[in-house]
């Protein structure tokens, strides 16, 4: 099973909070978006940087600069939603993808319902996100699709992860590198993560 858990002590306690029962949508969404954003962080640790000179106030001197790499955010929806706002935080200039998938209550299967991607998919480099990872079935379809249309470089990000979507994601794309604040214990009859936060998309848009 190969995933970067980011055990940051802010990303933990963050994480306990909003898998409390007892944390509503607003602040279950204020957390996301915060967990989100210091994943970014870690995640973006290798984008490559270049020299350029600027002046300061003082002098002149050569500094480093992103090297305009571009990136590509991919939420998974609805629940990825709930993490772009962070990953804009630090990262305004990334062009955001949507892929819409639900899994089918009955055979826990991804069904795509929307797919809007930004044009130049092969020169980008994407980030899949989605709070959760459960059977790995919704993110390895959306890995598949973007690599059809021509996606190379793909990172996964997710706030919690069962064992059987790790590996299922390992199995089917093992270029794609994995990273998650938790792997949780396993997966319950219905297909939800134990002791996981419940239905993701439900508890940020209080639908249930
Ligand atoms: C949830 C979650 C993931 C998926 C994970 O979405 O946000 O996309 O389930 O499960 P999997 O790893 O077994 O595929 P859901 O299908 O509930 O749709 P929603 O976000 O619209 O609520
Ligand atoms: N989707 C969720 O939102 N939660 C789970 O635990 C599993 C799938």
Redesign the pocket.
């Known amino acids: 099973m190969n995933a970067k858990i980011i055990d940051h002590p802010l990303i933990q306690h963050k994480l306990t909070l909003i898998r409390d029962v007892k944390t509503g949508p607003k602040e279950f969404r204020e957390l996301l978006e915060e967990i989100a954003m210091l994943m970014a962080y870690e995640i973006t640790r290798d984008l490559p940087l270049e020299e350029t000179e600027i002046t300061t106030p003082v002098t002149t001197c050569k500094c480093k600069i992103l090297a305009g790499k571009k990136v590509g955010i991919i939420p998974?929806?609805?629940?990825?939603?709930g993490m772009v706002s962070g990953v804009l935080k630090l990262m305004p200039a990334a062009k955001v993808g949507h892929v819409?998938?639900?899994?089918d209550p009955e055979t826990?299967?991804?069904v795509e319902y929307y797919c809007k991607l930004p044009t130049d998919v092969q020169d980008r480099d994407f980030i899949v996100i989605?709070?959760?990872?459960?059977?790995?079935?919704?993110?390895?379809?959306?890995i598949e699709l973007l690599k059809n249309k021509g996606a190379k470089h793909i990172k996964l990000m997710c706030l919690v992860a069962?064992p059987?979507?790790v590996m299922?994601v390992n199995k089917e794309h093992p270029d794609v590198e994995i990273y998650v604040a938790a792997v949780d214990e396993c997966?319950n009859d219905h297909?939800y993560?134990v002791p996981g936060l419940g239905?993701?998309?439900?508890r940020?848009?209080g639908?249930k």
């Open positions: 998974i929806l609805r629940a990825g939603l819409g998938l639900y899994r826990l299967k991804p989605d709070p959760m990872l459960a059977t790995g079935g919704s993110s390895s379809a959306a069962a059987e979507g299922l997966l297909g993560i239905d993701a998309g439900d940020i848009f639908t």
